[in-house]
């Protein structure tokens, strides 16, 4: 099959899956232009049209299959990621110049190779010339000026300051200890019948994600209440080899971050810090040669020798609940996220998976 063809066929599924249908229009008209005007924009740049043209048809692809636009340039290149290797009709090289063009594409105020700015171009003419917005915000005005520049389009564009996000809309570990407690209290079952599973699993696009995340949804858990209470992160964030679907992700992903503490080294454990425990998980319920940390949950309360936590997929039972554990051996360690924290994952060199060297 035409590769460009194999890859608006895999698009066109999920944007005919929109229900609403003018956000489906929507999604076809923005899709399609800014292919257009990345490949307009790569034969005036002596770059590859094809390879500008599928990365502009990928490009939003995660906000059209969750409605979500809460870091979608990252999440999109994760979906694509396994959905473009599994055409088989890209190389390893093709494939990393799409993926980190659809990965930047959002981050419009900086500056990155040629096939991340070809698309981040594409991006913001479409949007500017299909709304015709007398105003952009200012992060992205110098880059409008640019390209006007070098179409020699003559026109005049102001910029704007966006509204602050609401305080009440970030991040905030009591609001993030709530929901846990709100959701896990429910008793969720994994099943398919559940719409609150269904709910907690909705980040993964792969058809196969009940399988892989039945009796295995912990950290999926803790990552969907992590998102209901403001936290911006991607399904999947370099260099981290594995989705927030798994605890030694968030391990890693915390650890990195100076956020994670051991137990009973002078910071006192809280309400809203997330338990990653030791070897909890009783045989037979684990997989073979499973790490150290086999288990993830929400704290909602430290009462003398006990720990009061949320959990999804208790002991590996594929049942959510409200568990008092041992305050032992078997909390590895504490991870605090700090209330307001704000993203800074595109802080990376997507292509090489690591984090740029300040």
């Given at each position: 099959m035409?590769?460009?063809a ?6 066109d ?6 229900e609403?249908p ?6 076809m ?10 490949s ?5 740049r ?17 906000t059209?299959?969750s409605g ?5 340039g990252?999440?999109?290149a994760?979906?694509?990621r396994?959905?473009i290797k599994?055409?088989?009709?890209f ?18 105020d ?34 409008l000026k ?22 009440s809309l ?9 929901l ?6 429910q ?11 269904l ?8 058809s ?9 949804w912990?950290a999926?858990f803790?990552?969907h209440c992590a ?34 503490f ?5 910071i006192?454990p809280?309400r809203g ?8 998980i ?6 073979e ?10 704290l ?7 720990l ?12 959510s609940?409200i568990?008092?554990?041992k305050?032992?051996?078997t909390i590895?360690c ?8 704000e ?9 090489a998976?690591e984090?740029?060297?300040?």
């Open positions: 035409d590769r460009i194999a890859v608006k066929e895999y698009v599924g999920i944007i005919n899956r929109i609403n003018e956000d489906r229009k929507y999604a008209l923005h899709t399609y232009g800014v292919a257009w005007c990345c307009l924009l790569a034969q005036k002596g770059l590859k049209e094809e390879i500008g043209y599928i990365s502009g048809l990928l490009h939003d692809i995660y059209y299959f979500s636009v809460m870091c979608h990252q999440s999109s994760e979906m694509a396994p959905a599994n055409m088989k009709l190389s390893e090289e093709e494939k990393k110049l799409i993926l980190s063009a659809v990965f930047y594409h959002s981050s419009k900086r500056i990155h190779e040629e096939y991340d700015e070809l698309l981040k171009d594409a991006d913001i003419l479409q949007t500017y010339y299909s709304t015709r917005k007398p105003k952009i915000p200012k992060a992205a005005l110098p880059r640019r390209l006007l520049k070098e179409l020699n389009i003559a026109t005049e564009v102001t910029g704007y300051e966006p509204e602050a996000v609401e305080e970030l991040f905030n570990r009591f609001k993030f200890a709530a846990a407690e709100a959701l896990a209290g008793n969720i079952k994994g099943e398919r019948e559940s719409k609150e599973f709910a907690i699993i909705k980040y993964y696009p792969e196969n994600a009940y399988e892989e995340l039945k009796n295995s912990c999926a803790v990552y998102l209901k209470a403001g936290l911006e992160l991607p399904i999947k964030q370099p260099p981290y080899k594995y989705r927030f679907a798994g605890v030694g992700t968030w391990y890693s992903w915390g650890a990195d971050k100076g956020f994670v051991k137990d009973r080294e002078g006192i809280e810090d997330i338990v990653i425990y030791n070897n909890i009783p045989e037979g319920r684990k997989q040669n499973s790490p150290w940390h086999d288990h993830i949950g929400i909602l309360a430290v009462e003398e020798d006990y009061l936590v949320a959990e999804g997929n208790v002991d590996n039972g594929n049942v609940g568990v008092k554990r305050h032992d051996n590895g504490f991870l605090r996220i700090p209330d307001g924290i993203y800074d994952g595109f802080l990376c060199d997507y292509k998976s984090i740029y060297k300040q």
